[in-house]
C-alpha cells in the first residue's frame, strides 16, 4: 500500500496569538500530504485510494479531515469552484518579489473567492514574524527528511517560537513521514487521547523548561489542566525526573495520566520519576495542584544543577 505515507498534525508548539480571521484553524490542521513521497506525481485514482483508506483505517473518525494534493497547482479561484477547504501555498520557483506582499496575495485572492480556505503558508524565511496577519499556519523550518537528526533539527528550531502561534495561525513544523504504517504507528497517530492534546481549545504554549545534554522536559497549560513532555534524546534509555515546582509551577498532590498507554498513574507529591526509552517521550498530563510564582532566576539555577547531576 502507498496511500497513507505522510500525515500532517501541527504540533502544538504553540502560544496565544489571533490569525487569520476566515473562521478556520482555531485548532492545529490533520490530515494527509502528498508531496514527500508522490512529488508531482498525483493523479485521481491516488487521491479517490488515499481518501477511502483514510475513511477504512479510522483516521478521518480520528480527526484527520484534510487530504492535500501538495505543490504543481494555482489558481484561487479554481481551488473555490472545486470546493476546496485547504491550501497549502509553497515558495518554490518564486518571482523573487518580497514574502509577505507574495503570500498576502494569495490570501486576498481566497478571500476574494468567498470560500473560506485554511490558508498553509510554506517559506523558507522567518515566516513565523508576519504570518498571523496572513495565513492559517506557517512552515517554520525547510523540509523533513527520514531521519532522527533532522526531528531533532526541527524540534530545535521550534524552542524560541512558540509565542508566535495559536488558534487560528500556528507553526508548522512540517508533515510526520509515517510511510506505510505498521499497527503500533497506527496506534501513536489515531491515538485518542494523544489528538486530544494536539487539539485543546485553550492553545496555550508548551514551552521548554529543562534542556539537558540528553533530555528536554517542555510543560504547558491545558484548558482542563496542564502536561509535561519528557524526551529523551539519548541512545540509552534514562530516568527523567519531572519536578513540579521548577518545572510545572505547580505544588501540593498532582494526579499523572500517561497518554500514551492511556493509563492513569495515580497520586504525587513534589516529583514524578519516569524510565524513557531511547529516542522515546513520556507524555504525561496534570491535573490538581496549586499554581505558584517562582523566582525565574531560581528556577534557571535549580535547572543547570540538574543537568550536570
Sequence with gaps: MTWIHPIFIVASFIGIVLGLENGLGRTPPMGWNSWNHFGCNVDENLIKETADALIKFGFADAGYQYLNVDDCWEDAEIFASWGIDYLKYDNCHNDGSPEKQRYTKMKDALIASGRPIFFSICEWGKPHLWGAEVGNSWRTT??????????????RRQQDITQYSGPGGWNDPDMLQIRNP??????????????????????????????SRFFDIWTGELSDGHVALLFNRAEIAMKITLDFKYHCKLEDEISIRDLWERKDLGYFVKSFTAKVPKHGIKVLKIKGGIPININESLSLQHIEIYRYL
Excluded: C, F, H, M
Design 182 to 211: 505498521p499497527n503500533d504507528t497506527l496506534k501513536v497517530v489515531l491515538n485518542p487521547e494523544i489528538i486530544a492534546l494536539n487539539q485543546d481549545p485553550l492553545g496555550k504554549s508548551v514551552n521548554i523548561a529543562q534542556r
Design 142 to 155: 525547510g523540509d523533513i527528511r527520514v531521519a532522527w537528526d533532522s526531528i531533532l533539527s526541527i524540534l
